[in-house]
């Protein structure tokens, strides 16, 4: 089942999870997972282009782990060490944690040492290049593969379609069968129907309410005709101010640019809304790094000077390439310290995203949101609940390559969707990912949630403490809370068949594993 493009291999690898359905039968979960590998050694690419240019191009390498497999830390190039027999005896005393420290002894006395930075933290780590491999993603996909074709196909090969993900499993099914414990066929809705359901037949039907009608949406796609149709539910900004700062060297995009900017333009004033400038178009033009992040800097001082409701940052793919997402250099992370200490909202827009419409909706829908502006709420407020809440941690990131769980946050919504704002407990170090029972009494205050029915959705798991304190201060300001914890990785895909044609499941479908835990699917897999 595996492919192969030149250099690039796409892998499949099976996984397995044990589930217990409706409380007592046990079930086994099966996924095909799709990644990317190359056959091009660290060293080789090294000798083809040269350290400095590995460096810069923010190629990413990966460890290998004393279990033999390439799926230890991940992080950036950051030096090249000579190779001599002294660099080599320096590795000797680090007694090395992720690779055999034997393996030492085998090398000749000339083999590479590379320094590597972990994505996530400061820490530079020594490895020899016998341990390293290249990392693969989309976003490097280029530097491997030169032809658009051979991209496009690795890509369709990544998203498999629901007919030839669905064989691959019954073939892992297949394989599975020599195992002494029989594994039966799949749960489906003619010999479990009790196991099955949709929105429809509970009786909720999501319907949008935009500023003229209310619109069904069942696919992305829909959004933006939708909201040229019937309008945005609340303008904040009929007349929205707009700097651009464009951060892109050369001028080879200038009229992708262009040509984004006027589909923009009229997208808004579909919507009754007419974006206007406040200045002229603020370049980035300079090449070396420093250069280039000191001018960023002044660009969006200027652009702040003009008084606009958003700034919309024109920046290079390999700056998102080529640092880590908490890298201070990035010219992203720039913009966004710039414009968030300023008070003034900000839209990224990629030089990718330029070679394609594609991603207009995601960026529209961005700049109506961080605007003040409401695209629409539910057509029928939830009956059942006076609030929405959505719970999570915020993160530092430590310079081992951990992180520090610093504080928590809260997204607040009306029962129709209608975004209150944010609730932040900040200044209180967290332990594990258990928010203690005073930070959770500062998030649910009693005057604003005193008597009130609340969905609560927590991002992962509710640490068994967690839940207990929150039940116990629901009881204590007689709130009625409801607990739901929202895992959106590691759950299964479901199908539909369909004359004979396995197809994605339709949005809103629900597997019942037991009493308190259900499989949904909010949009359709690829």
């Not at 299964?492 to 259900?518: C, H, L, N, W």
């Amino acid at each position: 089942a595996h492919v192969t493009f030149g250099k690039v291999q796409v892998i499949r690898q099976a996984q397995f999870k044990g589930l217990v359905i409706g409380g007592t039968t046990p079930a086994l979960q099966i996924t095909v997972r799709s990644t990317m590998n190359t056959s091009q050694l660290l060293d080789e690419y090294l000798r083809q282009h040269g350290a400095e240019k590995a460096k810069a191009s923010g190629l990413e390498i990966k460890c290998r782990k004393t279990s033999g497999t390439f799926d230890g830390i991940v992080g950036k190039l950051d030096d090249v060490a000579s190779g001599s027999m002294t660099h080599r005896e320096r590795l000797k005393g680090y007694n090395p944690t992720d690779y055999p420290a034997t393996l030492l002894d085998t090398l000749p006395g000339d083999h590479l040492v590379v320094a590597l930075k972990p994505n996530f933290g400061k820490t530079i780590y020594q490895y020899p290049i016998k341990v390293l491999r290249l990392v693969v993603s989309m976003a490097n996909l280029h530097q491997f593969v030169q032809s658009s074709k051979d991209q496009r196909d690795i890509a369709g090969q990544l998203k498999l379609p629901p007919e030839k993900r669905n064989e691959m499993v019954r073939m892992v099914w297949g394989g599975a069968q020599v195992i002494p414990a029989r594994v039966g066929t799949a749960y489906n809705q003619v010999s479990h129907p009790r196991l099955f359901s949709t929105a429809a037949s509970l009786g909720f039907q999501p319907q949008l309410q935009f500023a003229q009608r209310s619109v069904s949406i069942n696919q992305d796609s829909e959004m933006l005709p939708a909201l040229r149709h019937s309008g945005v539910f609340r303008v904040a900004t009929p007349t929205m101010k707009v700097a651009i700062v464009d951060a892109i060297p050369g001028e080879a995009h200038a009229q992708q640019r262009r040509s984004q900017l006027v589909r923009m333009k009229e997208l808004f004033a579909s919507m009754q809304i007419s974006l206007k400038s406040t200045t002229d178009l603020l370049r980035v033009s300079e090449t070396d790094p420093v250069k280039r992040r000191a001018t960023l800097r002044q660009r969006l001082k200027e652009a702040l000077r003009t008084d606009p409701d958003i700034i919309l940052v024109y920046l290079p793919t390999s700056d998102r390439d080529g640092h880590s997402a908490d890298d201070k250099s990035s010219l992203y992370n720039i913009a966004k310290e710039v414009t968030i200490g300023a008070g003034v909202a900000s839209q990224i827009i990629y030089q990718k995203t330029l070679e394609t419409d594609y991603a207009d909706a995601n960026i529209i829908m961005g700049i109506l949101g961080k605007t003040g502006n409401i695209p629409y709420v539910l057509a029928q407020p939830l009956p059942f609940a006076d609030f929405v809440v959505g719970l999570d941690i915020g993160r530092r990131k430590m310079r081992n390559g951990g992180a520090l769980n610093m504080g928590a946050m809260s997204r607040v919504f009306l029962n129709d969707g209608h975004m209150l704002g944010y609730s932040l407990a900040s200044g209180s170090i967290l332990e594990g990912e258990t928010i203690p029972p005073v930070i959770l009494e500062m998030i649910f205050p009693p005057e604003d949630f005193g008597g009130k029915r609340v969905i609560i959705h927590r991002d992962g798991r509710f640490p068994n403490e967690e839940l207990q304190g929150l039940i116990e201060w629901g009881a204590a300001i007689n709130a009625e809370f409801y607990p739901i914890e929202v895992t959106k990785s590691g759950t299964p895909r479901m199908y539909r068949q369909a004359q004979g044609k396995i197809d994605q499941a339709s949005k809103q479908t629900i597997f019942y594993v037991d009493d308190e835990t259900a499989f949904i699917v909010t949009s359709p897999p690829p």
